[in-house]
């Protein structure tokens, strides 16, 4: 499940439980690198077919709103919108919203009850457990495409990039090929197994670890 059509992870592994993360250190990473992206970087590409830098930064800030809400379960607009709506509209004041919104999602994520139970995201019933590990592999890996767009360094902790490994695992091949769901960025990118967790984690998620702007 992703929690976008366009911008996020293809196939992800939904039946995976979790013990509670904590997601503050990949959040802080994210939020760190938000002074490094500059206007003139705003209409620049990114790994994401069809998605500038705007885009990525204004799905960031959707989601960020949406995966707090759901780990509180105040269930509503913000957790019951479809992703197919088209592109995210950026914010004047991203600058100060996003920061402030990737501390409230962890924040949120740090109480036992965030995990329990079901709730709601992108208009997906879901248990806590995996809404959970969902938002962390959001974050994680659009952090990645901003950081690559914007020739920053990115360096997420090993719990995160292990929690993303795993809920990208490709699911077992259905009886019934025809029954599989696509995979939005086409198949996972073969990567070496003796590469870095990272790259592999961004394999999996149907991006080439190498990719640079204007490719």
Not at 137 to 159: F, K
Not at 194 to 214: E, F, M, N, T
Request: charged fraction near 25%; glycine fraction near 10%; hydrophobic fraction near 35%.
């Amino acid at each position: 499940m992703s929690f976008t059509d366009r911008a996020g992870p293809p196939l992800m592994d939904t039946e995976t439980k979790a013990e509670m993360l904590d997601l503050g250190p990949v959040c802080r990473e994210v939020a760190g690198l938000l002074d490094g992206v500059t206007d003139e970087h705003l209409t620049g590409p990114t790994p994401c077919p069809g998605y500038a830098v705007r885009d990525v930064l204004a799905h960031l800030v959707g989601l960020t709103t949406a995966f707090r809400d759901a780990a509180k379960k105040e269930l509503g607009p913000t957790t019951d919108s479809s992703p197919d709506g088209g592109l995210p509209v950026l914010p004047a004041d991203w600058r100060e919203v996003l920061p402030r919104q990737l501390d409230e999602m962890a924040a949120a994520w740090r109480s036992p009850d965030a995990w329990q139970g079901h709730t709601r995201v992108g208009g997906v019933d879901l248990p806590g457990s995996v809404t959970g590990l969902v938002g962390l592999n959001e974050v994680q890996i659009h952090g990645w495409d901003l950081a690559r767009s914007t020739d920053q360094p990115y360096a997420p902790d090993e719990a995160s990039l292990q929690a993303s490994y795993a809920l990208l695992a490709p699911p077992p091949e259905p009886a019934d090929a025809d029954s599989a769901s696509s995979n939005l960025f086409g198949p996972p990118v073969e990567v070496p197994e003796d590469a870095p967790l990272l790259d592999r984690v961004i394999g999996r998620s149907g991006r080439r670890p190498a990719w640079k702007p204007g490719e």
